[in-house]
């Protein structure tokens, strides 16, 4: 699996962004895709994830409400639609993909082994 993102950029606080991530030989067993970020000095933190087979979405808290992950089985591209951008949403985003069940779909950056090289969102 090769997941490529882009849409990555800088914006005011209040702003919108929308990221889309590519995958490339894509395989029915990675059923199991979702964004996370990672800002200057902090850990890698899960954003949200999408279980494809029964469309089941989650968020952390900390983006509901604000941000919205869709998924396009056609294409294989994985979006992340940002809105009311905050100073504490800029970090290095991936994308990311994983087999598994439903319960291993979690926003644990550490049970995924396909990854993005990420792209930027600065938000000021």
């Known amino acids: 699996v090769q997941l490529v993102e882009s849409g990555g950029g800088s914006v005011q606080a209040g702003g919108s962004l929308r990221l889309s991530c590519a995958a490339s030989r894509y395989t029915g067993s990675s059923n199991c895709v979702g964004w996370f970020r990672q800002a200057p000095g902090k850990e890698r933190e899960g954003v949200a994830i999408?279980?494809?087979?029964?469309?089941?979405?989650s968020y952390s808290e900390s983006v509901k409400g604000r941000f919205t992950i869709s998924y396009d089985s056609a294409k294989s591209t994985l979006d992340l639609q940002m809105n009311a951008l905050k100073p504490e949403d800029t970090a290095l985003y991936y994308c990311?993909?994983?087999?598994?069940?439903?319960?291993?779909?979690?926003?644990?950056?550490?049970?995924?082994?396909?990854w993005g090289q990420g792209t930027q969102v600065t938000v000021s």
């Open positions: 999408f279980y494809i087979r029964d469309e089941v979405i």
């Open positions: 990311a993909a994983r087999a598994g069940v439903r319960s291993g779909c979690i926003l644990d950056s550490t049970k995924y082994p396909y």
